[in-house]
């Protein structure tokens, strides 16, 4: 698991953040806001906000300028399995799971459809020992 965080947290990839919220006591507004301090080029993306600090939110991933080279997700379960089905259409390969977002069935469709997945850790605590 070790090696597949450092990949996906690689400088040069470009994420998109599923359930950014503009609460910032919120984990979708801290992993957001704490990706783009990192220097990531990050997408915000919640069908229910316009923006985030200023910065254009999404409604989908679909909408997206660029394909993301990793989804970073913090929803609840049900809403990530309708995600990842998404990215297998858009051929994203890379997805990151907050804890608490992910699911059994979520999990094993990623590895049916050859889409990486990390799940049960944070993106910001790994961030942080590299």
């Known amino acids: 698991m070790e090696e597949l965080i450092e990949k996906f947290l690689d400088s040069k990839n470009v994420f998109a953040v599923i359930g950014v919220s503009r609460d910032p006591e919120k984990y979708g507004y801290k992993v957001y806001k704490d990706l ?28 997206l300028p660029e394909r993301p080279d990793v989804v970073d997700i913090v929803v609840p379960p049900k809403i990530t399995e309708r995600i990842i089905k998404e990215c297998k259409e858009l051929g994203i390969k890379r997805v990151w799971m907050q804890p608490g977002s992910e699911s059994e069935e979520a999990i094993s469709f990623c590895k049916e459809n050859d889409i990486e997945v990390v799940h ?11």
């Open 36 to 63: 783009k301090k990192a220097g990531y080029t990050v997408y915000p993306i919640n069908p229910k906000t316009e923006s985030i600090d200023g910065d254009k939110c999404y409604n989908s991933l679909r909408e």
């Open 120 to 130: 049960s850790v944070c993106v910001m605590v790994e961030r942080k020992k590299i």
